[in-house]
């Protein structure tokens, strides 16, 4: 019997299948991001179809429908209405941008977010997400995990914090103008470092597998289920690794009110308001959506409660 | 006087006419429209919190108008004073629609939430001050409740000016941040109140200078 062999390549040469996978997917960002610069006027009101696929941490609960999604929001740059956001944002531009990820790393770097997109595994995930105003929304993103980010750029060991800037354009964004109620801009987040590395913690690029809309805080925005949301800040162009504690915006402005912790919690009210219950959103009129019990952590205690295993929750609301 | 038209053709106190009815169904419009959109799903994504501050929104616009009556005497000499009590009524009726809203719609009849809404937040006890210190005024709004009190009349519904103070602390805690919406009422309502401190201050001193002091008139 004749032996015959050819030459093997090592374990190492092989080509993942993650990869292998992946390649599709940057031959098709590519080719949408080609396309996108031929027709760069069209982009924002045509949302593009994203290749995506179902991560973990799938939510249960049915999903709040888009435009319910789309036309309810708290994005201050904006406006202060639930309706301005989707009023006013299609005169934002959430292209071309750059997102830099720098400070206490060994691979600072600034990404163009296409070139990011293309890199990184987009999956899909149904979180619920609880406003600080007592509704709530169950939502199909998709991204990718903060932490998969924040590898590449290799946190060194004395970055304890990690700070968000948000877009400062009073140009393209209403509410940024300043006014009575404006708030100061650009909108500021933080996260301890072991939150922002927890795989709960995700970087949204889309929705309902759809390129992110821009009063959703296109092109890349931050989802932190087990927190309120108004830790999720938006259109984000910087993330710093940093050592001490970074200032957050609703804490500057009314830290009795706004903690960093922010995490979500139906035994410690709101000074205005309680926190054990929340509204339904999702239509149906007076009668449709109803009044749920908040969980611990949004029901994501399973996951989150050990990150705050030695802390007392309602001194660091 | 209250209630009172001064006119001399008619110094009776004005009945319960027509045109009030007219006016109590044209103010009842705006909380009738929003019922219909919100039982219809026409209230966007969070209808009880839109028809809630709708509501709210609507008792203020009543009280300040309910307010604007005697100013607008003073000023220019027009008096609506026979439509007073209806714009009272009305601030008052949207007020408990805003309170059965809350109650009601929002929080489903949560005992143990709206026991400790009552108790410990600021913010939703000013609210609820203001509109129990309107249910007395409403109940004695009725002609016959007039002229039963006589002066003590007049003394009570002063706490009006109270609710109105009470009401723009409690619109403002409603928003976030100051909007040019709840500053605008809220000065709109303290302007008023501090119009009429002046006016009666002023009155008391013209008094003074033409007449001397009255007797128990205690002046510093």
């Known amino acids: 019997m004749a032996r015959w062999s050819y030459p093997r390549p090592s374990p190492t040469e092989i080509t993942s299948h993650q990869a292998w996978m992946s390649r599709r997917r940057f031959l098709a960002a590519s080719s949408i991001a080609m396309g996108g610069m031929m027709e760069q006027a069209a982009r924002p009101a045509m949302a593009e179809g994203l290749r995506t696929r179902p991560g973990p941490f799938q939510a249960e609960e049915k999903p709040t429908p888009l435009t319910d999604v789309t036309h309810y929001n708290n994005f201050y740059e904006f406006g202060l209405g639930k309706s301005d956001p989707s009023t006013y944002a299609s005169a934002f531009r959430p292209r071309p941008w750059t997102l830099s990820v720098e400070g206490l790393v060994a691979h600072p770097r600034v990404w163009d977010i296409d070139r990011l997109m293309a890199a990184m595994t987009l999956e899909e995930r149904l979180y619920r997400m609880r406003c600080v105003e007592a509704w709530s929304m169950v939502i199909p993103w998709d991204g990718f995990a903060l932490a998969d980010l924040l590898k590449l750029a290799e946190p060194l060991g004395n970055a304890r914090y990690v700070a968000f800037e948000s877009v400062l354009r009073p140009e393209q964004m209403p509410g940024q103008q300043p006014g009575l109620d404006s708030l100061p801009w650009p909108y500021v987040e933080g996260l301890r470092i072991d939150e922002a590395m927890h795989p709960l913690t995700f970087l949204a690029v889309g929705l309902y597998g759809q390129t992110l809309p821009n009063q959703n805080g296109a092109p890349v925005r931050l989802v932190v289920p087990w927190k309120y949301g108004f830790k999720g800040i938006k259109s984000i162009t910087r993330i710093r690794l940093v050592e001490q504690m970074p200032p957050t915006t609703w804490n500057r402005m009314n830290a009795s009110e706004y903690g960093f912790f922010a995490n979500v919690n139906p035994d410690v009210d709101h000074p205005r308001w309680s926190q054990a219950t929340e509204r339904v959103i999702g239509g149906g009129g007076f009668f449709g959506g109803g009044r749920k019990r908040t969980l611990m952590f949004n029901g994501y205690g399973e996951q989150v409660a050990g990150l705050y295993s030695q802390m007392d929750l309602r001194t660091y609301f | ?220």
């Not at chain 2, 419009?29 to 609507?58: I, K, S, T």
């Not at chain 2, 003590?152 to 103070?165: C, N, Q, S």
């Not at chain 2, 409603?174 to 401190?197: D, I, N, Q």
Request: proline content about 5%; glycine content about 8%; aromatic content about 14%.
């Open chain 2, 1 to 220: 006087m209250p209630y009172l038209s001064g006119s001399g053709r008619n110094r009776t106190v004005v009945p319960w006419r027509f045109e009030t009815w007219i006016l109590t169904i044209v103010g009842l419009v705006p909380a009738a429209l929003y019922f219909w959109y919100g039982a219809h799903d026409q209230l966007g994504a969070d209808p009880v919190n839109v028809f809630e501050r709708w509501l709210g929104l609507w008792a203020v616009r009543f009280l300040v108008l309910t307010l604007c009556i005697t100013p607008l005497r003073v000023m220019t000499g027009y008096s609506l004073l026979r439509y007073r009590r209806t714009l009272g009524l009305l601030a008052f009726w949207y007020a408990c629609m805003h309170v059965a809203v809350y109650v009601g719609l929002d929080q489903r009849f949560d005992m143990p939430v709206l026991w400790r809404d009552m108790t410990r937040r600021p913010f939703l006890m000013i609210g609820f001050c203001a509109f129990i210190l309107l249910v007395p005024l409403a109940l004695t709004s009725a002609t016959w409740a007039i002229r039963r009190l006589g002066r003590r009349w007049r003394t009570l519904h002063r706490l009006v000016y109270v609710v109105a103070v009470l009401a723009s602390v409690h619109f403002l805690m409603a928003f976030k941040t100051y909007t040019p919406t709840s500053v605008g009422y809220a000065a709109a309502l303290c302007g008023l109140v501090l119009w009429r401190g002046g006016h009666a201050l002023w009155h008391v001193r013209k008094r003074v200078r033409q007449d001397g002091p009255r007797q128990g008139t205690v002046l510093k």
